[in-house]
């Protein structure tokens, strides 16, 4: 700190400014010891402020991505028991002709376990082109399986808990026997902790005979009204599949997801809250402290002909530099710390990776150089015009 402190304030100290200015800049330049036990507090605070906000964007914005790669449709369907199919063949038919839906894709999720000491992974039989790959919010390119191998994509979390990577091999318990697939390609998935793996439909029924689906996503043609087509559904549903079965468009699945996501971090942003407050409070009573034992020193000023404004000022401008290099070693610093949260901690707690998203945490980032460098710039002049009260010649006098 007293580096950097040195190295952003001497070059005032060189231009030609107004006293107030040079005064602050000298002495801040001259001690940057006694500046850094006041960064302390700016630092800490800036540091953890821009590090979680890094951390929480970066999250939000990966989660608000995928929900648009997996959530193509306008329209989706989920029966609530996954183990039960749902859906059969000639429902899905009837969905897919109703009045106002253009196409219809069906998906079959069951749940398998791949090890015993580990918790059950979710198998997902979704719809792709004849030999090619599904629509999935790839990491990293998928690749052909071997020929004659069936492919199988897997999604990030499982493909860290078991260490596979594409090319490796995977026993699968379905329709009870073990099937070998071949990992073509690792993908993005927020929503299953432990992990699942993805087959072609096709394949999935060539292997288990299931025609059945659970959950279903519909196309709706141009110029459809979408609350006409949930009513639709609704009453093609059976009644005792239609009270089990969640019918919503795709916005609002999205925007429920995100609410959720934003109400789950609300305590993180209260955190950071009172982080600035005690950074600031910090602040305040170290400059404080220092600047009521500056009154010798305010005295000897106004002895050479300084006036009580320009020693405010002073005052004032010290707290505005060291709000401004508090503000900037802690943005340095918590961009460092928020690289690490998502690097690093978030893939070893939670299995996945997200990517950096930058706009959000620089805009705060300016409002929060803003405010600390005012609040040092207040608690300085405020504790200055205490000093100051005081006899200039009463002052110096406690130094004969």
Not at 76 to 95: C, I, K, M, N
Not at 325 to 339: I, K, N, S, T, Y
Request: glycine share 10%.
């Amino acid at each position: 700190m007293p580096w950097l402190a040195r190295r952003m304030i001497s070059p005032l100290t060189r231009i030609a400014a107004p006293v107030p200015v040079r005064l602050a800049a000298a002495r801040l330049a001259g001690a940057p010891d006694q500046a850094a036990v006041a960064l302390c507090g700016l630092v800490a605070s800036a540091s953890l402020m821009a590090a979680m906000g890094m951390m929480v964007a970066s999250f939000r914005g990966s989660v608000d991505d995928w929900l648009g790669a997996i959530l193509p449709a306008d329209v989706y369907l989920r029966v609530a028991d996954a183990e039960t199919a749902g859906l059969d063949p000639a429902l899905q038919s009837a969905l897919a002709a109703l009045p106002g839906v253009k196409s219809m894709e069906a998906r079959r999720s069951v749940t398998l376990r791949l090890a015993a000491d580990r918790p059950p992974v979710i198998l997902l039989a979704v719809p792709a082109p004849a030999e090619g790959t599904p629509d999935l919010p790839w990491r990293g390119a998928p690749r052909r399986a071997a020929e004659g191998a069936t492919p199988a994509w897997i999604s990030e979390p499982l493909s860290r808990l078991y260490r596979l990577s594409p090319g490796d091999t995977l026993d699968l318990p379905l329709a009870g026997r073990t099937v070998k697939v071949q990992v073509a390609g690792v993908w993005r998935d927020y929503g299953r902790q432990f992990g699942a793996v993805a087959l072609r439909r096709s394949d999935y029924l060539r292997i288990t005979g299931d025609a059945g689906a659970n959950e279903a996503g519909l196309f709706l043609q141009p110029g459809a009204d979408q609350g006409e087509v949930l009513g639709r559904i609704r009453k093609a549903l059976p009644p005792d599949l239609a009270a089990q079965t969640e019918v919503a468009p795709s916005a609002e699945i999205r925007r429920a997801a995100l609410r959720i996501f934003d109400r789950s971090f609300a305590v993180t942003y209260a955190l950071e809250a009172v982080a600035v407050l005690v950074g600031v409070a910090g602040v305040a009573a170290t400059v404080s402290a220092q600047t009521l034992a500056r009154r010798r020193e305010f005295g000897m000023l106004r002895h050479v002909g300084a006036g009580r404004g320009q020693i405010l000022a002073m005052l004032a401008l010290e707290g505005a530099f060291l709000g401004a290099v508090g503000a900037v070693a802690g943005l340095a610093l918590g961009a460092a710390m928020g690289q690490v949260l998502i690097q690093v901690v978030n893939p070893q707690s939670f299995n996945w990776t997200m990517e950096t998203r930058w706009p959000w945490g620089l805009l705060g980032g300016l409002a929060l150089a803003l405010a600390l460098t005012l609040a040092s710039s207040l608690t300085a002049l405020l504790a200055g015009r205490s000093a100051l009260s005081a006899d200039a010649v009463r002052a110096v006098r406690e130094d004969w």
